[in-house]
DNA sequence: CAGAATCCAAATAGATACTG
DNA sequence: CAGTATCTATTTGGATTCTG
């Protein structure tokens, strides 16, 4: 298995959450999760710009923390559902903060980084 | 500068936000300024195990983002003093609901990670 | 004290091809 | 469809040294 090198320290709440929901796609998995999008290929479908294989990583901390949980259905083809477990359901609410602070700043925050754009010579 | 080369999406609020406080120690750095601490030497004090560039580094992001401010008394020796801004200020309800979620999973995190140990032969 | 410069290591993500 | 294996690229953080 993966064995991390450098030690973190975990004394604080706020490390011990970016680490559970810290990858770049954990956040959108949990909120479509969340909004009742259950099955990989789905999953896939509204973030395609990961791979399957960086999804599924992410989806199997989500699950070894306890957030989410799947039911594997061994039919052909094979079909496996996520869900949030009462764990993950206490997470929500401050999934919901983090999500509606974020929002009141995307309009600004993308000018922010358009500037910056500019300043480096980069137009994305 | 430092220029990205994988583009990121920041349609969602969530995504926002973990880029302003993604770092690996921007959130002890904005609970301790938040708290009062607010020079650099102080909070390398207090994060040690953080080299100061890399403190400086996501400062300076802190910064660019609008988070945190800081004074510049061109004294000798130099002292810098940093501030939450407003926009800082409106973050930290989020903050503290981050932390308080996190605090309350800390004790059955350790023990999860100890197992992850225990299971790979690493004994921290 | 504050912080920039350089070089290097680790962590994380992407591309592709493959299996049951 | 779901998932893995392998290889590569990018991003991020750490160690050290140096300056005003």
Redesign the interface.
Known sequence: ?Y?KKI??????????????I?G?WK??LL?LIGKGVRRPSELHRQVP?ATKRVLNLQLKELE??GIIGKDIYPELPPRVEYFLTDFGQ??M???N??????????GE??Q??ER?SE??G?H?
């Open positions: 298995m064995e030690p973190k320290d975990f004394s604080c709440g706020m490390a011990v959450l970016m680490e559970i810290g770049k956040s959108y909120f710009a070894f923390h206490s997470l609410p401050v999934i903060a983090m999500d509606n602070w974020g929002s009141g700043y995307v925050f993308r922010l980084m910056k300043l480096s980069i994305n």
